[in-house]
């Protein structure tokens, strides 16, 4: 089955700062990578997501790249704010069947 | 709120006790999900559901586990004789079927056994 592998696991930025999570995968047939951010008490909820057809996707600070030759995918936050202080979660997926989630990463951005 | 909504929230048990836990998904997805995630790690996938069938179920998920989705709307997943090993977030996600689209999770149901 995908194997998703996600670092770092933990993350420290200043406020301001940019920060990156990066996620690999295993299976070539995974077309779909959303990620989610997740606080305390709370379930996931995504903040972005790319399919297969795309190398790069914007939303505001946040973007995702994408590179299906080496696959893998990043997060990139920008001008971070303390209130993106939280964990974050990569996923893959064959054509929303199941996902497979990375392990996580714990960011915190210090005010 | 029409979101997607799980039920209880914590649960504290007996190892060996049988517990259930409900998740209501949000009403025009067709796909349901559960997750399992412990601490410090992410959702790990237990089955999921496209209307009232099982459409796959994880290794992970032993005999004593069990999931329904009898009309599919609300579904229900099952430990019974539980282990302390059991002890973590359950997660409901629901999502329309194709194409690929956002999980929508609930607030989760956690399981401490004892």
């Not at chain 1, 996931?44 to 399919?51: A, C, E, K, M, N």
């Not at chain 1, 997060?75 to 996902?99: R, W």
């Amino acid at each position: 089955g995908e194997n998703v592998e996600q670092h770092p696991s933990t993350l420290s930025v200043q406020e301001g700062d940019s920060a990156v999570i990066k996620c690999t995968y295993s299976d070539s047939a995974s077309n779909y990578f959303p990620w989610y951010k997740q606080e305390l008490g709370k379930g996931p909820q995504l903040i972005i997501d790319i399919r297969s057809n795309v190398g790069e996707k914007k939303d505001q600070r946040i973007a995702v790249t994408l590179n299906k030759t080496a696959k893998h995918f990043s997060l990139h936050i920008t001008e971070t704010q303390p209130e993106d202080s939280a964990v974050y979660f990569c996923a893959a997926s064959i054509s929303g069947n199941q996902f497979y989630f990375g392990t996580g990463t714990s960011l915190t951005v210090i005010p | 709120d029409t979101g997607v909504s799980q039920n209880p929230r914590h649960k504290i048990t007996k190892r060996g006790q049988n517990v259930t836990f409900r998740c209501d998904p949000i009403s025009e997805h067709n796909r349901l999900y559960w997750y399992r995630q412990t601490l410090g790690q992410g959702p790990e996938f237990l089955t999921y559901f496209q209307n009232e069938a099982q459409l796959e179920k994880s290794r992970l998920l032993s005999d004593r586990f069990s999931a329904e989705r009898p009309k599919g709307s609300f579904s229900t997943l099952e430990i019974q004789r539980t282990e302390q090993g059991d002890s973590a977030m359950y997660l409901c996600a629901s999502s329309l079927a194709a194409p690929a689209g956002e999980l929508f999770f609930g607030e989760g149901s956690r399981l401490t056994v004892l």
